[in-house]
């Protein structure tokens, strides 16, 4: 195995794979639209960065699955980047739900070829499981942006309905536009907030302690 670039006595190993990570992503990025979102294009990527073979499996085990997610990832991070100016205090839950999912589809605009490759191949059956990962980190990113501190199952559910959301209006943002995808955001930010609204005051929990009350009588009688 060559010796990893940039790697010195000083610098841990750590540091130096989540740099050669983002070098890689930025090569991948401008080879996407080439390439693909495949194989080859790792390949091509980690050659631009002087990674041998042996190098490119331990940097990325699972090749472009490993460089979807990378992106995926960047792009949440720039979702948060572009929100700081706007305090979420400030603004009512379905704006920041709407802001935070509008700052999110833009996220990968500056790239968009890239983009669209890398969801086409997140599309594919044998990657849903990794698409739908990656959806999920998006939405809790924007949730927890938005002030949300939930711990119970409506931790589970707000995500799991803006992955709902989040994964048709970014295929719309690069495949229609952004204002198609923002009109269709909008409508179905009216179904979570119904959602929400519906949800309020209900006691889910009940039929649980139901079947405990019932544990325990039949145990202790």
Partial sequence: MTEAPHLSNEAPVGDWAD???????DAA??????FGWNSRLVRAACEAQGLSRGDEELLLPNGP???????????????LEALKA???ETLKMR??????????????????????RCAAFLALPTNAD???????ESADVVWRWAGDTATD????SKRAILSGILIPALTMRLFDGPEAAEAFVAARI????????????KDFEAPLRRVTDLLAKLRYR
């Fill in 19 to 25: 740099r050669m990570e983002q070098a890689v992503l």
């Fill in 29 to 34: 990025i401008q080879r996407a639209p080439t």
């Fill in 65 to 79: 699955r490993d460089l979807a997610a990378l992106l995926s990832r960047r792009h949440d991070a720039m979702t």
């Fill in 86 to 88: 706007t305090p979420p």
């Fill in 95 to 116: 704006e920041r739900i709407a802001q935070g999912v509008s700052a999110r589809i833009e996220a990968g605009a500056d790239h968009l070829e890239a983009t669209k």
């Fill in 130 to 136: 990794l698409g739908l990962s990656l959806a999920w």
């Fill in 153 to 156: 199952w409506n931790h589970y």
């Fill in 190 to 201: 009216e179904n979570v907030m119904t959602f929400e609204k519906w949800k309020a005051g």
